[in-house]
Nanobody, 123 residues
Framework: VQLQASGGGLVQAGGSLNLSCTASGRTFSGYNTGWFRQAPGKEREFVAAIRWTSNTYYADSVKGRFTISRDNVKNTVYLRMSSLKPEDTAVYYC??????????????????WGQGTQVTVSS
């Protein structure tokens, strides 16, 4: 599975961005997909995930502001981000894998990664 992330950019605090991650090479309808982010000098951290069951999971820091969804026909997972804050600034990565539920929150559980897309939120 190859993943291609897009949609990052520069936005002012309070603004919105929509990220997309499209898979090729194999359908990922049976995979769990997640978004993680990594700020300079920090470890990659969990943002949101949507499992093959369509159940969704969010980091506390983004609950109520971010929405993850997926379109299995288009082989694409989306992350709609609103009410953005400067602390949301990071490179955002999409991942896919056949993770167990307990592995949803950990990047090591995902087998495939996109190249990352930069999100910068100015104050």
């Amino acid at each position: 599975v190859q993943l291609q992330a897009s949609g990052g950019g520069l936005v002012q605090a309070g603004g919105s961005l929509n990220l997309s991650c499209t898979a090729s090479g194999r359908t990922f309808s049976g995979y769990n997909t997640g978004w993680f982010r990594q700020a300079p000098g920090k470890e990659r951290e969990f943002v949101a995930a949507i499992r093959w069951t369509s159940n969704t999971y969010y980091a506390d820091s983004v609950k109520g502001r971010f929405t993850i969804s997926r379109d299995n026909v288009k082989n694409t997972v989306y992350l709609r981000m609103s009410s953005l804050k400067p602390e949301d600034t990071a490179v955002y990565y999409c991942g896919a894998g056949k993770t167990v539920l307990s592995g949803t929150y950990f990047p090591t559980s995902y087998n495939y990664w996109g190249q990352g897309t930069q999100v910068t939120v100015s104050s």
